[in-house]
């Protein structure tokens, strides 16, 4: 069975520009959590879907940041216009999940974007 | 101040030796779940545990084990007889449910473990 998949694998992209992450959940999976890992801040849980809708998204760091997830199969993080600061490692993990609060089951991670803004 | 502290920064330990992950939260809710993730060096994150606040049970799983302790705020992880794979940075984590959630993490411990 495929994992959780994300792309890019690696983006490099100017101050300024918009930056598209995208993530395939694992199939079947009703959770979906996106993290963001610096060394300055360390891990951080930004928004995680139940069902396709955002449970919460106080972690999401300014209105620069933006997710959706439209289907059960497809989420994206979308940051406009991008910042050096942005630079990190984004995790997007998959679970199934009981209820709205994070719960029980094994979250699944992907292998991670690497984002460097210039 | 912080909500979960992982005071161990760094530590080492030979093969097969075993060794305790300290991790001490904070939180005032009362219902709230605990997590542990590893961080190989390869960089991918692997989900360990969780655990919610009304299960004081300890887990085993292998050579993995947790001991929760509301009373000290604790959530320590162990490794028994630990091997060569077993370096990797872990973090604990904390997530609060009473008021929305919110997800903390800890500053990580890197284990090294020495052939």
């Known amino acids: 069975d495929a994992g959780v998949i994300q792309s890019p694998r690696h983006e490099v992209t100017e101050m300024g520009q918009e930056v598209t992450l995208r993530c395939k959940p694992i199939s079947g999976h009703n959770s979906l959590f996106w993290y963001r890992q610096t060394m300055m801040r360390g891990l951080e849980l930004l928004i995680y879907f139940n069902n396709n809708v955002p449970i919460d998204d106080s972690g999401m760091p300014e209105d620069r940041f933006s997710a959706k997830m439209p289907n059960a199969s497809f989420s994206t993080l979308k940051i406009q216009p991008s910042e050096p600061r942005d630079s990190a490692v984004y995790f997007c993990a998959s679970s199934l999940e009981e209820g709205i609060f994070l719960s029980t089951d094994t979250q699944y991670f992907g292998p991670g974007t690497r984002l460097t803004v210039l | ?115």
């Open chain 2, 1 to 115: 101040a912080q909500k979960v502290t992982q005071a161990q920064t760094e530590i080492s330990v030979v093969e097969k030796e075993d060794v305790t992950l300290d991790c001490v939260y904070e939180t005032r809710d009362t219902t709230y779940y605990l997590f542990w993730y590893k961080q190989p060096p390869s960089g991918e994150l692997v989900f360990l545990i969780r655990r919610n606040s009304f299960d004081e049970q300890n887990e085993i799983s292998g050579r993995y084990s947790w001991n929760f302790q509301k009373s000290t705020s604790s959530f320590n992880f162990t490794i028994t007889a630990s091997q060569v794979v077993d370096s990797a940075v872990y973090f604990c984590a904390l997530s609060e449910t009473n008021t929305g959630n919110q997800f903390y993490f800890g500053t990580g411990t890197s284990l090294t473990v020495i052939p």
